[in-house]
């Protein structure tokens, strides 16, 4: 039997209502309590029948009864029912599920005993008749309803995935936007006056500018990528702030040019680039501008220190939130982002465990 509208986009559901019935029942934490229940009552067969085959018959019972009894829950009262609820509907199908329990028991426990000739036994008298019928109802009930609300959960698992996903890229997205136009606007006004004075800075200035948009425009297409090119975004980024004033300010590089071979969400350090540029020399603090990368106790440590002292984080600041809200998406609570004041300098600080790989989800 197959469950209309199933597909690969539910997270991997079973087409086949019985195959993935079965498959459920077999997980241990369903199975241990069904073969318990079943033990009992063919122990409870053997010990008060007469007849050699009330063992058999016994374990063929049970094995019916934990079969057909959640596959017909399950057929009758699919947990995304199209059609609209009527009074009259869910009373119908209980009418038919009620029924099916009957006659699975009565063909099992009445019909099949008495066409093989078995004698009397303990799950075939009529008051254990109707207390297997009770089990059927409740058991596949039960078992029905737990199977089909695990499929639930996991197609609402896969989704909150796809969701956070598509999350990531909106902030992939929003990232890219969030460049500072002042920055851009300068950099394209340095240029300008460059054409007229000198041409070959101007077209260096041109071709670091469109790399950068480049590298930024790409980033948005993937989940992860090298943090070697991470941190040459980083450092383009910086040499493009000194365009208009390259005596600004300087950067000092550590562990920058042979970074270890690990790959970062893209554009991780591009708020905290921005902000340093921003919030140090470009707000007329004197002094370097740190950019540093190391390995420290199996943790990638990604710093950007800048001058000028560190007071809070701005209450609609979104850089700073937005790469934390990056890094749990990507590592969970294994990396961090910690932003102090040191003296009169700022120091932003990532740590990423060597070992964690980024989530390859569709972004």
């Avoid at 008060?48 to 063992?55: G, K, L, N, R």
């Avoid at 920055?183 to 670091?208: K, M, P, S, Y």
């Avoid at 383009?236 to 300010?249: A, G």
Wanted: glycine share 8%.
């Amino acid at each position: 039997m197959q469950r209309d509208g199933a597909s690969a986009e539910d997270g991997g559901i079973e087409r086949s209502l019985l195959r993935s019935t079965l498959r459920s029942l077999l997980l241990p934490r369903r199975l241990v309590p069904i073969l318990l229940l079943g033990a009992v009552l063919v122990i409870a067969q053997e010990r008060f029948s007469s007849d050699p085959a009330a063992v058999w018959l016994g374990a063929l019972m049970c094995l019916v009864f934990a079969l057909v009894a959640p596959v017909s829950w399950r057929a009758l009262f699919p947990p995304a029912l199209d059609a609209p609820p009527t009074f009259a509907a869910p009373f119908g199908r209980l009418l038919v599920y009620g029924i099916t329990g009957i006659g699975t028991v009565l063909l099992v426990g009445w019909a099949l005993p008495l066409r093989l000739d078995i004698g009397p036994t303990f799950m075939t008298s009529d008051v254990s008749l109707w207390v297997s019928v009770a089990l059927f109802w409740v058991g596949g009930y039960g078992l029905g309803r737990d199977i089909d609300m695990e499929g639930v959960l996991a197609r609402e698992r896969a989704k909150a995935q796809r969701l956070e996903a598509e999350a990531e890229r909106a902030h992939l997205l929003a990232m890219r936007s969030h460049l500072d136009p002042h920055f851009l606007f300068n950099t394209l006004n340095a240029i300008a006056e460059w054409c007229r004075e000198d041409g070959e800075v101007a077209e260096q200035a041109t071709l670091r500018l469109s790399e950068m948009l480049r590298t930024v425009l790409s980033a948005t297409r993937r989940p992860a990528w090298p943090l070697r090119k991470e941190l040459e975004l980083a450092r383009t980024l910086l040499d493009l702030h000194r365009v208009r004033d390259p005596d600004r300010f300087s950067i000092e590089l550590e562990g920058v040019a042979s970074p270890p071979a690990v790959e970062v969400p893209p554009m991780i350090l591009l708020p905290l680039v921005e902000n340093a540029a921003k919030h140090g020399p470009n707000a007329g603090h004197r002094g370097p501008l740190r950019l540093r990368v190391a390995a420290e106790r199996a943790h990638l440590v990604l710093e950007v220190d800048n001058p000028g002292r560190f007071r809070g984080e701005r209450v609609d600041g979104e850089g700073l939130q937005q790469v934390r809200r990056r890094l749990v998406h990507a590592y969970g609570g294994a990396a961090s982002l910690e932003v102090r004041a040191e003296g009169e300098r700022t120091r932003a600080r990532i740590e990423i465990p060597l070992d964690a790989e980024v989530p390859h989800a569709n972004a």
